[in-house]
């Protein structure tokens, strides 16, 4: 009885001690976290907005060649600019780690299959991958890998291959989905 008591008051000690020290940890990287959190919240919505809904409008709207060249125009710019915002705040809330722990996650879902797939299969493979399921700014975070010491001719030349390859997907893509909700939209309303 004894032992179980004195078992009981270190587990209690123990956990008191990782809850203390899980507290300080929070409290001494807050800002970081909020940063990262914000990054990744006001990222996504933009991508969302711009993804989803201006770029398959432009695109009905002007064509594929006008359209695709003005979006492809758009993106080059909010990719850059975020990618130079990226590297003044030396802040890598992309994470640039998030590679390492998708190769080793046990559920991933589709199309992280198929970035893992591509992982294996070499750099041309993964850029391919990240070009069509990302962006250009996330493309070139990836094979910058965490790094904040300027931005080099490499950089600038896999940022400019992804915006072509991004865009070319991104333009079909939303040409594809435009003709499909238009098609939907007079058939339910004739």
């Excluded at 722990?101 to 591509?118: C, D, E, K, T, V």
């Excluded at 950089?155 to 003709?179: E, K, Q």
Aim: proline letters at 1%; hydrophobic letters at 50%.
């Amino acid at each position: 009885m004894l032992d179980e008591n004195l078992s009981d008051a270190c587990h209690d000690q123990a956990v008191g001690m990782s809850d203390a020290l899980a507290i300080s940890w929070f409290r001494r990287h807050r800002q970081r976290i909020a940063q990262i959190g914000l990054g990744h919240l006001l990222y996504a919505s933009f991508n969302f907005v711009f993804d989803e809904i201006i770029y398959v409008y432009v695109v009905y709207r002007f064509g594929l060649l006008v359209g695709g060249g003005i979006m492809t125009t758009f993106s080059l710019v909010q990719c850059a600019l975020t990618l130079l915002a990226y590297e003044r705040m030396r802040i890598d809330w992309v994470g640039a780690g998030s590679m390492a722990r998708l190769a080793s996650s046990r559920n991933p879902s589709w199309w992280q299959r198929i970035i893992r797939w591509a992982m294996r299969r070499g750099k041309v493979a993964i850029f391919i991958a990240l070009c069509i399921f990302q962006d250009p700014f996330i493309t070139t975070a990836y094979f910058r890998q965490g790094r904040f010491d300027g931005l080099n001719g490499q950089d600038w030349r896999i940022f400019f291959g992804s915006v072509f390859v991004s865009n070319f997907y991104w333009t079909l893509r939303s040409g594809v989905a435009a003709v499909i909700l238009v098609s939907a939209w007079r058939w339910l309303t004739s």
